[in-house]
């Protein structure tokens, strides 16, 4: 079982639409969470780090939910540009954990 | 440019040869850490210094490979006698060792392949 599952998509979806991926993590002693998002051939590029109560940041709305070991990245009003590999991390002293990502194109 | 950066971008070598990389992480940042990523996964941790120390190395980090940071500043990872397998794209990423923060920011990345 890998330390991080996703679902490997891809989610096609419209201009607009609203997107849910999701995660889940096997190590309890995770400290930190992320989301980076990753274009093809590209760097990961950190796209918000997620806490327990929740956070937003436009368009983009992260959840954690520890006793679950669930992580949750919303994305409302998508647009071609969210186009990418969405990729699911925790953070294992001080080592990244990385899901294999869960890919996302928005057609118009 | 304050980021990350790394050399050469891309690098086709023969199997046998080795091969050596190097990245500068952004400045005030004193951990350094090294990833691989192989088509269709994530990157996988492979080690990471903390200044000059050496703090972990990942058992996917076998005995052909070694990485330095020797003033604590740039770092380098070798590889000898590549093989077909240790094609991907290695990237390079650093972060502040302090407790408000640990976000790791990711270099380009050095892809290479092995013929």
């Known amino acids: 079982r890998k330390e991080v599952e996703q679902d490997p998509g891809p989610f096609n979806v419209p201009e607009g639409a609203t997107v849910a991926f999701n995660c889940t993590y096997s190590?309890?002693?995770?400290?930190?969470f992320f989301w980076y998002r990753q274009d093809c051939r590209k760097e990961p590029k950190l796209l918000m780090s997620?806490?327990?109560s929740g956070n937003e940041d436009g368009r983009f709305t992260a959840q954690l939910n520890r006793a679950s070991q669930y992580i949750s990245l919303l994305i409302r009003d998508s647009k071609l540009s969210d186009s990418a590999t969405y990729l699911c991390?925790?953070?294992?002293?001080?080592?990244?954990?990385f899901g294999a990502g869960t890919i996302l194109r928005v057609k118009s | 440019d304050t980021g990350v950066s790394q050399n050469p971008r891309h690098k086709i070598t023969k199997r046998g040869q080795n091969v050596t990389f190097r990245c500068d992480p952004i400045?005030?940042?004193?951990?350094l850490y090294w990833y691989r990523q192989t088509l269709g996964q994530g990157p996988e941790f492979l080690t990471y210094?903390?200044?000059?120390?050496?703090?972990?190395k990942s058992r996917l980090l076998s005995d052909r490979f070694s990485a330095e940071r020797p003033k604590g500043s740039f770092s380098t990872l070798e590889i000898q006698r590549t093989e077909q397998g240790d094609s991907a794209m290695y990237l390079c990423?650093?972060?502040?060792?302090?407790?408000?923060?640990?976000?790791?920011?990711f270099g380009p990345g050095t892809r290479l392949t092995v013929l």
């Open positions: 210094f903390q200044n000059e120390a050496q703090l972990e």
């Open positions: 990423a650093s972060s502040q060792d302090r407790a408000s923060t640990d976000t790791q920011y």
């Open positions: 400045s005030e940042h004193n951990r």
């Open positions: 997620v806490y327990s």
């Open positions: 190590n309890s002693a995770s400290q930190s």
């Open positions: 991390v925790v953070n294992v002293r001080n080592k990244l954990v």
